[in-house]
């Protein structure tokens, strides 16, 4: 009876480990995604002139499974209409992240 209670708790134990590697796995894979995206949209990106150091716009972009760009909005602006206008416009550039078809389903829905 003891060695079937140790059993099923290094079975647990053992359970909780292979839980803990798939969401280390995901959360690193969910990285290098969000990075990829940053990059495309950076390659894309035309600074404007009134743009100042250190300016940020925070954005929301809606994409379908297949990676393509359906909306993107701004969430937060940087105080600059061109800067926040920019960005946008550099998202809707690339219109579409291939790699994002790799990407599990439960993912999809990324608030970044």
């Known amino acids: 009876m003891e060695s079937e209670i140790d059993g099923r708790a ?3 134990a053992l359970a909780q480990e292979e839980e803990f590697i798939q969401a280390q796995t995901e959360a690193q894979l969910l990285q290098s995604y969000v990075g990829l995206i940053a990059a495309a949209i ?8 009134s743009a100042r150091n250190n300016m940020e716009t925070l954005l929301s972009i809606q994409l379908i499974p297949n990676g393509e760009v ?20 550099a998202v809707k550039k690339v219109q579409r992240f291939p790699e994002l078809q790799q990407l599990a389903t439960h993912f999809i829905s990324i608030n970044a």
């Open 70 to 89: 359906v909306s993107v909005s701004v969430v937060k602006s940087s105080g600059n209409i061109a800067f926040d206008r920019s960005a946008e416009n």
């Open 10 to 12: 290094a079975q647990d």
């Open 42 to 49: 950076q390659d894309n990106w035309s600074r404007p002139p």
